[in-house]
């Protein structure tokens, strides 16, 4: 009886022993990290020991994980994603966290640019899409057309941000969400602004797009230059803007507008010697500061301006011709003396 007695003592020990380590192996914290938290990369078509792999650096006990994934009848089918791994976590809520597929959300960091491909680059490099496949979405004129734009004007609804999304989410589905923050942006007040200025959002941002490369170095100058285009337009002048010359002869790289860009860019609407108005569309995607500066326009005289001969990155700003050709002889000067010559 005694023996018995002993034997059922030894098999309670081992099994309480067992379910103790059991226990521990699953609910005891099993990541181990330098850093508060983490973020792993599952990509799209990896197999469980694939993820097992990535996991096992930053785990105390990778056989727990394994053993976890079959106490819970767990495929081992893991969405694609970032998954956020925090020090302390235990097998359990890492093996919930990557069954469920909760992934933690990126900062998608879009800054002004001035094409689509640069766009496109952006946004693949912190996506889990390539930017080959982000460019066919803005090159999608289906896509363009859903969202109430053309091929001119479909950058205005992009505004360099950053936004919190899912690292997985498909070209197609980030334009929606580009779409959602424009309209965001475009609250009532803006709107209200842009209708007493008489501008759609599209002309605003494409004044907003001219300002800001006209001046890239002082933002402090934006809301005097855009209430100098603002002049322009109300009195149905050309804008007359060297930065649009450059994007309609495709080079930001020059440094000095000649006649002869003028003349063979003369077609492209975009050319605002040429052709008074507001162009079809921006020339860039301006800083949102650069929007706000155009619907917070200065209110002056001023309808030309020319950058100071000190290259400070400054500009003259003139009411009349007369003054105006004085600074821009000057500048020209200036460029001649330091072999400025395209």
Request: glycine share 6%.
């Amino acid at each position: 009886m005694k023996k018995v007695v002993l034997f059922l003592l030894i098999i309670g020990i081992i099994g309480g022993f067992i379910a103790y380590r059991t226990y521990g192996d699953i609910y005891q914290a099993n990541v181990q990290l330098n850093n508060d938290q983490v973020l792993v990369t599952i990509n799209q078509g990896d197999n469980w020991d694939e993820v097992k792999s990535i996991l096992a650096p930053y785990l105390k006990d990778s056989a727990a994980l394994e053993m976890v994934k079959s106490l819970k009848d767990y495929s081992g089918n893991v969405r694609p994603g970032k998954y956020k791994l925090e020090n302390g976590m235990s097998t359990n809520a890492l093996v919930n966290m990557l069954r469920a597929g909760n992934q933690e959300p990126v900062q998608l960091v879009l800054n002004s640019c001035r094409t689509f491909p640069e766009l496109a680059g952006m946004m693949g490099k912190q996506m889990q899409a390539d930017s080959l496949a982000f460019l066919r979405a803005l090159q999608n004129d289906s896509i363009r057309m859903h969202f109430g734009f053309d091929k001119n004007t479909y950058f205005s609804m992009f505004l360099p941000n950053t936004y919190e999304i899912y690292w997985t989410k498909e070209p197609e589905e980030v334009m929606e969400r580009m779409a959602e923050e424009f309209k965001k942006f475009w609250n009532a007040e803006r709107l209200a602004k842009a209708k007493n200025l008489n501008l759609s959002q599209s002309e605003i941002v494409t004044i907003a797009s001219i300002t800001q490369e006209e001046q890239l170095g002082h933002p402090e100058e934006w809301k005097t230059i855009a209430g100098l285009y603002l002049n322009r337009v109300r009195r149905k002048m050309a804008l007359e803007s060297d930065p649009t010359i450059k994007f309609a002869v495709g080079d930001f790289s020059m440094n000095r507008v000649l006649n002869k860009h003028k003349e063979e860019s003369k077609n492209s609407l975009y050319n605002t010697y040429h052709h008074a108005g507001i162009p079809p569309g921006p020339i860039r995607m301006p800083d949102i500061r650069a929007v706000d500066a155009v619907l917070n326009a200065e209110k002056h005289n001023y309808i030309f301006m020319c950058a100071k001969k000190d290259f400070s990155g400054f500009h003259h700003f003139s009411s009349t011709l007369k003054e105006h050709n004085l600074h821009a002889k000057a500048y020209r000067a200036e460029l001649d003396k330091r072999r400025i010559y395209n």
